[in-house]
Every structure is written in structure tokens, then in C-alpha cells.
């Protein structure tokens, strides 16, 4: 069946770079995002990308696709302390449902 | 559109009790999703309607579970019988069915059954 996994926890330094890696199993996804989530609240999408592309950047957000591989990943430049929360990736599934990870919560230290 | 709503935003009831949550999705949108999602987990779906049609029910929807959007705008879940196992933060989100796709989800409600 579908599968998506994630690193369970990531600790930055404030101003330097975050890499939040996921795989997924279902090639024939045809998007994959990126939401964020804080505390006690919904789910916030950030960004997604198109299967057929490899890279999407969004201001200080950069999301890389290698599909051969099946792997995701969302760099977050010059991280902040508001960028503190629990990040999912998801794909989207042959009827249109998302499949999400168990999500990767980014700690941001001064 | 102030977007995806959904009231309350907390529920405490007891073990044996039934339960409904409202979802109000963007106004415009003709999709809307309900998810599941329990502590340290990631959301998982439960059902989705396009319209007023109910079109895909997951393994985790039991039959306590039944969820309604009678005029294809606000969708209701409601839970009978609630167990202690129910206690879970339930999404709701919104779409419109072309393209990207995009789901934006509400606030969700925490449900806590003791």
C-alpha cells in the first residue's frame, strides 16, 4: 500500500538552512506537498510541486523531487523561530485523497 | 471567504455518548475531506464528498461513523457510540476538483472521549 515516512525530529541553529526529508511509495503520484503544522492548530499548506518537476523555490522555501528515488525534500532558508512546527509531506493518491507522513517536528534554537 | 470553518473546536464527552462536527469548507470549493489524526501521527483520511455525493469511505470510517453534506456545502461527522479509541483531532478540507487540487484544511475539532 501507500507508504510515506519522515524523520521524526529536526534541531536548527536560528539563520542557518533546515532540510526536511520524506519518501513516499506511489510512483504514480501526481503531486506532492508540503504543509506545516503549530501547535494545537489546522494544517497549513506551504507548497507543493508537480510530479514532472524537479525543483519548485517559493521565496525561502526550496522543494527538490527526485522521482526515481521517490524523494521529497523541503530546504527552508535563514530559519526563524517562527518556523518552529511539525512539518508533513503528502502525496495525492489515484482518487484525489492525501497520504500523509507522520511529520517531522523542527525545533529552531537561538 | 474567511476559509474552511469548523465548530466546535473542542468536544469532552463521555464513553457511550454520540457526537456531531460541523465543517463549513470554502464556498466555492465542491470537494470536502475528512481526516483523522491521532497524537504524534499524521492525518489520515476518512471520507470525501464531491457535491452531495459521498464518494470514497475509508476502512478507518466504522459504522459508528457517518458523515452527510445533504446540499453539497457544509458537511456534517457524527460518531455513535463514541469509545475511548475515538479521542483524535478531526480535519476538515476543501478543494475544487481541477488541477492542482489543492486541499485547505480547517482548525479541526479535538474530540475527547473519557
Known amino acids: 500500500g501507500e507508504d510515506v515516512e519522515q524523520s521524526l525530529f529536526l534541531s536548527v541553529r536560528e539563520g542557518d538552512s533546515s532540510v526536511i526529508n520524506c519518501t513516499y511509495t506511489?510512483?504514480?503520484?501526481?503531486?506532492l506537498y508540503w504543509y506545516k503544522q503549530e501547535p494545537g492548530a489546522g494544517l497549513q499548506l506551504l507548497t507543493y510541486?508537480?510530479?514532472?518537476?524537479d525543483m519548485k523555490q517559493d521565496q525561502r522555501l526550496t522543494v527538490l523531487l527526485n522521482k526515481k528515488d521517490k524523494h521529497l525534500s523541503l530546504r527552508i532558508a535563514d530559519t526563524q523561530t517562527g518556523d518552529s512546527a511539525i512539518y508533513f509531506c503528502?502525496?495525492?493518491?489515484?482518487?484525489?485523497?492525501?497520504?500523509f507522513g507522520t511529520g517531522t517536528r523542527l525545533q529552531v534554537f537561538p | 471567504d474567511t476559509g474552511v470553518s469548523q465548530n466546535p473546536r473542542h468536544k469532552i464527552t463521555k464513553r457511550g455518548q454520540n457526537v456531531t462536527f460541523r465543517c463549513d469548507p470554502i464556498?466555492?470549493?465542491?470537494?470536502l475531506y475528512w481526516y483523522r489524526q491521532t497524537l504524534g501521527q499524521g492525518p489520515e483520511f476518512l471520507t470525501y464528498?464531491?457535491?452531495?455525493?459521498?464518494?470514497?469511505k475509508s476502512r478507518l470510517l466504522s459504522d459508528r461513523f457517518s458523515a452527510e453534506r445533504p446540499k453539497g456545502s457544509f458537511s456534517t461527522l457524527e460518531i455513535q457510540r463514541t469509545e475511548q479509541g475515538d479521542s483524535a483531532m478531526y480535519l476538515c478540507?476543501?478543494?475544487?476538483?481541477?488541477?492542482?487540487?489543492?486541499?485547505?484544511f480547517g482548525p479541526g475539532t479535538r474530540l475527547t472521549v473519557l
Open positions: 464556498s466555492e470549493h465542491n470537494r
Open positions: 506511489d510512483s504514480s503520484s501526481t503531486y
Open positions: 510541486i508537480f510530479s514532472n518537476m
Open positions: 464528498f464531491q457535491n452531495e455525493a459521498q464518494l470514497e
Open positions: 478540507a476543501s478543494t475544487w476538483s481541477t488541477g492542482v487540487d489543492t486541499q485547505y
Open positions: 503528502a502525496e495525492r493518491d489515484n482518487t484525489d485523497k492525501l497520504i
